[in-house]
């Protein structure tokens, strides 16, 4: 690995809790992001020369805090400034090692701070997602089904407006940390979602973000313990990310889910999503969307075969989801269900129902889930059609060789 590769990967690991550090010192969300961007044109600049340090990340986070504490005494008096921030930061002694279940707590800071209710919802988890889950604005943007360049003006707006609000750096307690709790779990499962199935690149997961969404999400539940819509993400997190050792073949080829060989799914992960999905059930409040979600993990989870998934189960879920929260991607996934439950003809009913849906237009998993619904009802030309034309619409790398694999396999 080059020195310039090896910056590009400890960056992307590290640049939430080096974001979250600096913001500790700058109390600004944007200027964080900005020295923390200096700090990795230091790497690279520095790095090929000097070569890799022994601990990366130690390093780029010594020298975003040394840059941060320089602009904080070039902006007010040193004195002052060191009342304020502490002593403790002069030396700025490289981060211990964390356990697997850590979290360093200006990650959580950093969370709660860009999900402050004086942000719109949209802004919130756009901010948040750039700054904790590292994704770049194409990659919200397709998490999101809406245009990059929406999705860069909000963040920019963002940052402006916790600026000029002058947002403290901290995790609310009481009514505040309930205000944001909506924001704070959707930016966890997104970013989950987005290590899971990447919307672009080479890579089908990306482990590091699933791993931060889950240390996230345990923490959280640690924090809120009577909410229950936190024990149903921390469930659905733990039941999907069982699977990861089973998602991709030996050359990294995504594997899909009737494909997978199911011994090679994680039985703790599972466990502990079972006890977080009791848990929520416990706290005895009707099931919301995350607690809903991971009922339908927990189906999958129990079919030791893919034919032994129970279906009909799976599809009223769906729609208990779909009345909770309407998305015509919820709608997808039901009549993914449905198909399976009461056959092709009756999920493709669905389907064909969405094809107008503006959100969908771009959206790859549609032609996706037609084509193979048209396979089954053994109408191979329309089927190869649909799914070159899901192929097209892909932004993965892996996706794409999946969908191209199964037109060709229709023969034409």
């Known amino acids: ?129 750039r700054l904790v889950g590292g994704l770049t604005t194409e990659e919200i943007a397709r998490a999101h089904l809406a245009a ?13 407006t916790l600026a000029k609000a002058g947002v403290p750096f901290e995790v609310p307690y009481g009514p505040d940390r309930a205000a944001r709790l909506g924001s704070v779990l959707e930016v966890i499962y997104l970013v989950f979602n987005e290590g899971y199935s990447a919307t672009a690149g080479d890579d089908w997961l990306r482990p590091a973000l699933c791993e931060d969404a889950l240390r996230l999400g345990r923490v959280l539940a640690g924090l809120m313990p009577r909410e229950p819509e936190v024990h149903g993400l921390v469930a659905l997190l733990e039941i999907q990310a069982s699977r990861t050792a089973a998602r991709t073949g030996p050359d990294g080829a995504p594997v899909l889910l009737a494909d997978q060989n199911r011994t090679r799914w994680n039985q703790s992960f599972i466990h502990r999503g079972y006890a977080a999905l009791a848990r929520a059930g416990a706290l005895g409040a009707a099931p919301g969307p995350y607690v809903l979600q991971a009922a339908i993990a927990a189906c999958h989870a129990r079919a030791v075969r893919y034919e032994d998934t129970d279906w009909r189960t799976i599809a009223t879920l769906y729609g208990q989801l779909a009345a909770l929260v309407p998305s015509p991607v919820v709608e997808l996934n039901r009549a993914v269900a449905v198909s399976m439950a009461d056959g092709p003809e009756a999920g493709l009913a669905l389907v064909d129902a969405l094809a107008e849906e503006p959100a969908l237009k771009e959206y790859h998993l549609l ?27 892909a932004r993965n790398g892996r996706e794409r060789e999946l969908l191209r694999a199964r037109a060709e396999g229709l023969g034409g």
Not at 55 to 75: E, F, N, Q, S, Y
Not at 149 to 154: C, G, L
Request: net charge neutral; with cysteine; hydrophobic share 50%.
């Open 1 to 129: 690995m080059t020195a310039a590769n090896a910056v590009e990967t400890v960056f992307r690991i590290e640049s939430a809790r080096i974001i979250a550090g600096v913001t500790r010192i700058v109390r600004d969300v944007g200027i964080a992001e900005e020295i923390a961007q200096d700090a990795l044109v230091a790497a690279l600049e520095q790095w090929p020369e000097s070569g890799v340090p022994e601990r990366p990340g130690a390093w780029l986070m010594a020298t975003a805090k040394h840059r941060a504490i320089d602009l904080v005494r070039r902006k007010e008096t040193y004195a002052r400034k060191l009342a304020q921030v502490g002593r403790a930061l002069e030396d700025v002694p490289p981060p211990e090692a964390t356990a697997i279940d850590a979290i360093d707590d200006d990650v959580l800071r950093l969370i709660f701070t860009a999900c402050h209710p004086v942000l719109s919802t949209e802004a919130r988890i756009a901010l948040t997602l």
């Open 148 to 160: 990059e360049s929406t999705v860069a003006q909000r963040i920019v707006r963002a940052k402006r």
């Open 367 to 393: 032609p996706s889930v037609r084509g193979d619904l048209l396979a089954r009802l053994g109408r191979t030309a329309a089927a190869r059609a649909e799914f070159s034309r899901a192929a097209e619409l």
